[in-house]
């Protein structure tokens, strides 16, 4: 049998909840962020996350907050962490889905989309 | 979903024979000096993301960017094929490793190759807001005939005496950071914006920051 994980993805800005069950060694399902990763999973099952510099933690709009099951989530590392420390909205258990890769085969993980995942910043000069 | 702007190549430069710079013209979008936009690509039958760091300052009309052929790449063969006149899709500006004036602080400069992109709005502005703080860039290339931007950098460095401009060769990078600001001297309230390719990047972000150089002082993108 097959391993099962599950993420199930509440959105911030009221859209209805998803839960995409897969099977972590199947990964990548498709060719942005680290294979496995959250927002690998997602993008490979339909759901939209923004990912600006294409998934190579390089910006902070595939912040996500991690709500169940992080432990079953591969640790950040600094890269990861000074990129968070710039997210809007960041919380204790924010990451981002380019680089959260789901390493445990039975996963049960709960994901909020924020409503701002954005860094589309505007100009402190009123551009 | 980010709002999409659709722009127009206005004009190509060629630096090298694999390095061009593309000015894109379109909706004038707001951006702070080191961001990037993320150009969505129509190859093989779906839309690539790529990000790319904006070299022109807000102030021009165009946006440009600077890229090299990326051997086995998919988006740089595609952006370097465009010829002028063709439409480039893109999202943003996006990302964080910014500068918006010159730090009250001495601001330390460091880009290697084609990462000169984000860096080249950020000195103009740091030069432009300066204080009495200096301000150097540390830049590594192969050799000085690769330095993306020299007449304007030496321009710079010639009518402002606060700013100092210095090539390395890439290999040497780190020898350089360290020889300077990390065994020259136990000043530790620099201020650091790094870019460059790959591992260089973090290796002189831990450099830095092992030295005693506060967390946020070392700012970087690492491509």
Redesign the interface.
């Given at each position: 049998m097959p391993s099962v994980a599950r993420i199930r993805v509440i959105f911030e800005n009221g859209d209805p909840e998803r839960v995409i069950e897969f099977d972590p060694a199947r990964a990548p399902f498709q060719h942005?962020g680290k294979s496995g990763s959250i927002l690998d999973v997602l993008l490979g099952h339909g759901i939209?996350l923004?990912?600006?510099?294409?998934?190579?933690?390089?910006?902070?709009?595939c912040h996500v907050v991690v709500k169940g099951g992080g432990d079953t989530l591969s640790a950040s590392d600094?890269?990861e962490d000074?990129?968070l420390?710039?997210a809007p909205g960041l919380t204790p258990t924010s990451r981002l889905g380019c680089q959260a890769v789901v390493e445990d085969p039975d996963a049960e993980i709960v994901v909020v989309i924020p409503r701002y995942t954005?860094?589309?910043?505007?100009?402190?000069?009123g551009? | 979903m980010a709002v999409e702007h659709a722009a127009r190549v206005a004009r190509i430069v060629e630096h090298a024979p694999d390095t061009r710079s593309l000015f894109l013209r379109g909706p004038r979008i707001a951006f702070r000096p080191g961001q990037f936009i993320s150009c969505l690509l129509p190859v093989g039958g779906e839309t690539l993301i790529r990000p790319y760091s904006i070299a022109s300052s807000p102030e021009e009309d165009d946006l440009e960017i600077c890229l090299n052929l990326v051997p086995g790449g998919l988006g740089s063969p595609y952006l370097l094929g465009l010829p002028a006149g063709a439409e480039v899709r893109f999202t943003g500006p996006w990302g964080t490793f910014v500068l918006d004036r010159a730090p009250e602080a001495e601001a330390i400069f460091v880009a290697d190759g084609t990462a000169i992109a984000p860096i080249r709005p950020m000195l103009r502005r740091a030069v432009a807001t300066a204080t009495r703080h200096p301000l150097h860039l540390l830049y590594g290339a192969a050799g000085p005939e690769r330095l993306l931007y020299r007449a304007e950098l030496e321009a710079m460095a010639r009518e402002h005496t606060g700013f100092r401009f210095e090539h390395v060769p890439s290999a040497r990078l780190r020898d350089a950071v360290a020889h300077r600001w990390v065994d020259g001297d136990a000043d530790r309230g620099r201020r650091f914006f790094i870019c460059g390719v790959g591992a260089i990047v973090p290796a002189l972000r831990d450099l830095l920051r092992g030295a005693g150089y506060e967390r946020r002082a070392v700012q970087y993108e690492k491509w």
């Open positions: 942005d939209h923004e990912h600006a510099c294409g998934g190579n933690c390089a910006c902070t709009t600094e890269s000074d990129l420390d710039k954005i860094n589309q910043i505007v100009s402190e000069h551009g | -």
